[in-house]
């Protein structure tokens, strides 16, 4: 996961003193985060857009900005060295976006601390500005039908408010957005252009232009083809718009042109330290991790900037991409908590601590939800909008038990102990190897997702009746997974025509059948097969092998004739149990099928159940 650095200076001024050195690192890992330790980073500064660098040890300013691709080494005057920075250095918290910067991070500590306990409040101020969603963004060949916005007014910035928003908004885009797939942000300055607070959300074809972040000043508007070849944040983000013909922009009712997502915003309304509004949209491919990463985001902001107001954004959005009237009204950012229950007594048993429904009330308090006394152990709970990971019961639980303190439960013995064993076909199948390594054979592996025309129809056979098909397979190989481990050997003696003989390959696998009386609908059954090529080898020879290894198996052996496509007739026999059970089929491989994949000398195969007698079972490839 990725390594960030958190300002110390910034955590102690808005947690207090007493969370400081090793009572600092101690609070971060009772929250679930994997810290490093505290560090001191260079912080070189690009000159023309404005991003921050942040280096560890003995790193070297990297060529390029990685935010505007300007050439960074040995160029004059291209970095600006700003004051080293104390951070502590921690991997992000995945399922927690919302202690990704400082102010989120202080929130959750002040909470676990009971320095500030309880929900935040924060409200969303009346309608700031319009949005109108085009129909084209809605149709099937759109990347991101979904759109969510937000101004900000009243932030101060300074270097390290802009740095700490930016670092905020690629973390989310890791991992909320993943790699911006899901959900990608812009952040832009409200008073950059012409006033207007009417925008539109559409797509433009590939020769639309605007002039990207991190142009030259005065330079010609780039096409959306040229950013996506040219530009890097284009060149890193184009596969997520590959095959559109058309692509998404984001404007004023005017033109003005904000960004277009999820690659690039516009030069002209960055974010820089004379900013005092922000409009804020999140785009992606599903409402609801679209609505969470702008709740997130917006809330940090609040955090960060105290005093500064949320405003809403009203959406006139096409639900219908061929009817233009058919629209929706809707009004973002929505900090509606969601409200669950979880039950004291249920959280008391899991966690082996005592814990009433008061207690548990106050936990929910430190983890700053909402909580009031439901009936009996019950205790009702407003999750917060920024906390994306809250889904069930059990979530909740765990929010209790980083407020209980992992440290403070006592250890205690478990009063059950139960011992681990192998499976008896597991076991089986170790004995079979280690027979058949003795006996001189290569194990190989192959994979269990084929086709007819390399399994059964290689063997001569029709389709097993009992083929477990694959839906949507990715190629026409990979159409069904097996029902045999014989023409796995036969493609690997193919692959392997160049190489000296004689070859001895064996392989032990499950193969798979359709069994509607099953759980799942389908039965795997292990199997193993051997097999060898070599100018003279035949019937005699399989038969020998295949006596002496059931006899070291500890296994009775009867044989039956096989009259079977892929054998010489004659020199094929069934496996037999000496209770009559099909255990398996060998023999000597006929011509026709050693001339479908080129092999131009005999060779003999062997395939059959792993046997045990704990879990009996029936031969079924051949069915």
């Known amino acids: 996961m990725p390594v960030i650095g958190v300002p110390t200076e910034e955590l102690r001024r808005r947690v207090g003193d007493e969370v400081q050195g090793e009572k600092l690192l101690d609070v971060l890992g009772n929250l679930g985060c994997d810290v490093e330790g505290f560090a001191t980073l260079r912080r070189p500064q690009c000159n023309r857009c404005g991003f921050i660098m942040e280096l560890a040890g003995q790193e070297d300013v990297p060529p390029q900005c990685a935010n505007c691709g300007t050439d960074l080494r040995d160029v004059d005057g291209a970095i600006t060295e700003l004051d080293p920075l104390e951070v502590v250095r921690m991997e992000l918290l995945a399922v927690r976006p919302d202690m990704f910067d400082p ?67 690629e973390n989310l885009h890791w991992a909320l957005g993943r790699n911006r797939k899901h959900a990608s942000i812009g952040v832009y300055d409200l008073d950059s252009w012409d006033g207007s607070l009417e925008f539109e959300y559409t ?108 405003r809403a954004v009203e959406l006139i959005d096409a639900t219908d991409p061929d009817d233009a009237g058919s629209t929706r009204t809707l009004t973002t950012p929505d900090l509606t908590p969601q409200e669950m229950e979880i039950d004291a007594d249920r959280t008391a048993r899991l966690l082996g601590v005592e814990m009433s429904a008061s207690d ?65 076909t597991t076991t089986a199948a170790g004995a079979v190897r280690d027979v058949l390594v003795g006996m001189g054979y290569l194990e190989i592996l192959t994979l269990t997702l084929t086709s007819h025309e390399l399994s059964d129809g290689l063997l001569g056979l029709g389709a097993h009746p009992q083929t477990v098909i694959v839906g949507n397979p990715i190629s026409q190989e990979q159409t069904q997974l097996r029902t045999s481990l014989l023409s796995g050997l036969l493609h690997t003696f193919a692959r392997n025509r160049h190489n000296a003989l004689p070859q001895r390959i064996f392989e032990v696998g499950e193969v798979s059948f359709l069994a509607p009386e099953s759980e799942t609908g ?53 496996l037999l149990t000496e209770d009559g059970r ?8 006929h011509p026709a099928v050693l001339e479908r994949l080129g092999l131009q000398n005999p060779a003999v195969l062997l395939e059959a159940l792993v046997p045990t007698k704990e879990v009996p079972g029936v031969y079924r490839s051949l069915a």
């Open 103 to 169: 102010a989120g991070l202080a929130r959750a500590i002040r909470g676990v601390l009971d320095l500030d306990v309880g929900p935040v409040e924060y409200q969303v101020e009346g309608v700031a500005a319009k949005l109108r969603v085009d129909p084209s963004v809605r149709r099937p060949e759109s990347l991101r039908p979904h759109i969510a916005c937000a101004v900000i007014e009243g932030v101060n910035l300074d270097h390290d408010s802009i740095k700490s928003l930016m670092k905020l908004q």
């Open 360 to 424: 548990l009330q106050h936990r929910m308090l430190q983890m700053r939800h909402g909580a009031s006394l439901g009936k009996g152990s019950n205790v009702k709970v407003l999750v917060p909008a920024f906390r994306n990971d809250i889904l069930h019961e059990r979530d909740l639980m765990e929010d209790a038990a980083i407020a209980y303190g992992y440290a403070n439960i006592v250890p205690t013995r478990v009063e059950t102990v139960t011992t681990g064993k192998e499976l008896p």
């Open 582 to 589: 099909r255990l398996g089929v060998f023999g000597e491989v």
């Open 203 to 310: 797509t433009e074809p590939p020769d639309y232009a605007f002039v990207p972040l991190g142009a030259e000043a005065g330079e010609t508007p780039w096409s959306l083809e040229r950013i996506l070849e040219e530009h890097p944040k284009g060149t890193a983000y184009r596969n997520l718009l590959d095959g559109f013909d058309r692509y998404p922009v984001l404007r004023t009712q005017g033109g003005q042109v904000l960004s277009m997502p999820p690659i690039i915003n516009s030069e002209k309304t960055k974010v820089h330290l004379g900013t005092r509004r922000f409009f804020i949209d999140v785009t992606g491919s599903g409402a609801r991790i679209v609505q969470r990463t702008l709740s997130i985001l917006a809330t940090s902001i609040l955090e960060y900037h105290h005093g500064s107001k949320l």
């Open 522 to 574: 389908a039965l795997e059954t292990l199997h193993f097969a051997f097999g060898s090529i070599a100018p003279k080898v035949g019937f005699a020879d399989v038969r020998a092998e295949a006596e002496s290894l059931l006899r070291d198996l500890g296994i009775g052996l009867r044989l039956e004739r096989a009259d079977v496509p892929f054998l010489i007739p004659g020199r094929g026999a069934y």
